[in-house]
């Protein structure tokens, strides 16, 4: 068996690495990191990159994290995974096995879900502008819960229940999260849910439908929010809008992208959210949350190829892939944090721009990346990668959506394979 370790060595940050990087992840006496017991060298040579790899123990460790310890805390609760943080049938299908619930906010994450086995009565229902099809389609399936974002959505579920359904209405909570503007959702002029004068009328009708099952309320502040006194301030701000059966305060607590982030750990967020729940909501309610990225993100990395080294006016390092499988960094300017993974151990000796292959200024995955000195064939680590990654990976300059392996004691499996040119031509088959 190979020996691994987490090693620190001198003219590296390898050390704080280790913290960004999947919980199962070491390298061994060549400097190779390893993930779930598997060589990156073994991944890029089987499966191709650009590549999505999942710590799959990690994965499973994280919703425990979660589930296990809100039930400590407050029995009468429910986690559930925010699925669109990696809508892939694999991770569907853990979440299933590891017994969260889930939450979905389209039809095709919601045909995903089914096929992959999780229950209807484990699934909820999101979205600010549901479409008819969308709705009959979760009435159809039987999911448990409807989140109901607008009147226009009433008028919708009124056209087409023919049997009870439960229902919980989404809250502008007005908590201006401590987040980039394109993920703070719980502000006064958020897209999202209705302010609570509007909310408390569409509450009624909901109660005076005879097929409406109105559950309670639901809030959700932001993304990427570090500071878990927000999180209380809109558990306070929730409990003014009554009495109900169940209040769902939402996810969004952030995680560690870089060296320099202070992120939360599970237990500080659950503490804040349940102490607030104590001194704030009815003791008999059902609590509910609902983390995405942060079960998904520390346990993926993205895996590429150094392509070509150019020592210009600056260093750049270009990859196999780019804004197609990491529109984040462009998105949010979210900083990653990269490594040579095939040389870790080695001085980093250069600061270099990590770029991708897309036609696009903006494809720069990391700005001032500190590593070694590159060399064409090299491969490159994306840490922390595992949220959003896959979501929006996209088909700019024909690129094909990368493949996902989850890895797991040594041994590496296919989750999604990777998308072939003939897929790619096949939606243009009316043109052809």
């Known amino acids: 068996m190979t020996h691994l370790t987490q090693p620190s060595p001198e003219g590296t940050r390898l050390g704080e690495l280790w913290s960004i990087l999947p919980e199962e992840s070491g390298v061994d006496e060549r400097g190779v990191l390893h993930i779930g017991g598997v060589s990156v060298e073994e991944l890029a040579e089987r499966y191709g990159t650009p ?139 958020s897209k999202f849910g209705l302010p609570m004068d509007q909310a408390l009328a569409a509450i009624e009708r909901m109660r005076a439908h005879p097929l409406m099952e109105f559950e309670g309320v639901h809030l959700h502040i932001g993304s990427q929010i570090l500071e878990v006194e927000q999180f209380a301030e809109a558990v306070e701000k929730i409990s003014t809008a009554g009495e109900f059966e169940t209040y769902d305060v939402g996810g969004g607590v952030g995680v560690k992208y870089t060296y320099s982030d202070d992120a939360p750990t599970v237990e500080a967020y659950l503490d804040a959210v349940v102490n607030a729940a104590r001194e704030h909501l009815p003791a008999d309610a059902k609590l509910m949350i609902e983390p995405g990225r942060s079960i998904v993100a520390r346990a993926g990395v993205t895996l590429y190829r150094a392509t070509t080294v150019k020592r210009t006016g600056r260093v750049f390092v270009a990859v196999d892939g780019g804004l197609a499988d990491q529109m984040d960094a462009a998105l949010t300017g979210q900083r990653f944090e990269a490594l040579l993974a095939n040389r870790a151990t080695e001085p980093w000796t250069e600061t270099v721009q990590l770029v991708g292959r897309q036609c696009e200024s903006g494809d720069l995955l990391v700005d001032r990346a500190p590593l070694p000195a590159a060399r064409v064939g090299d491969l490159v680590v994306t840490a922390t990668t595992g949220a ?36 790619f031509l096949a939606l243009h088959a009316p043109s052809l």
């Not at 959003?388 to 996902?404: H, I, M, S, W």
């Not at 989850?406 to 296919?414: H, I, K, N, P, S």
């Open 51 to 189: 590549l999505y790899v999942y710590d799959e123990a990690g994965l499973r460790r994280q919703i425990r994290r979660f589930v296990d310890g809100m039930a400590e805390r407050w029995p009468n609760s429910e986690v559930l995974w925010a699925s669109k943080s990696f809508p892939a049938a694999g991770m569907y299908r853990l979440a299933a096995e590891e017994g969260i619930s889930v939450d979905v906010a389209g039809g095709g994450e919601l045909r995903m879900a089914l096929a992959a086995g999780v229950p209807p009565e484990r699934l909820h229902l999101h979205g600010n502008a549901k479409t008819d099809a969308e709705l009959a389609m979760a009435l159809e399936a039987g999911i448990a819960v409807i989140i109901v974002d607008n009147e226009d959505e009433l008028d919708r579920l009124e056209r087409l229940l023919t049997k009870p359904q439960k229902l919980m209405l989404r809250v502008i909570p007005g908590v201006e999260a401590k987040t980039h503007a394109s993920q703070a959702t719980g502000g006064s002029d």
């Open 388 to 423: 959003y990654g896959y979501t929006l990976a996209n088909n700019y300059n024909g690129a094909l959506k990368p493949a996902v392996v989850f890895v797991a004691d040594g041994e590496a499996r296919l989750v999604a394979r990777r998308e072939t040119y003939d897929e």
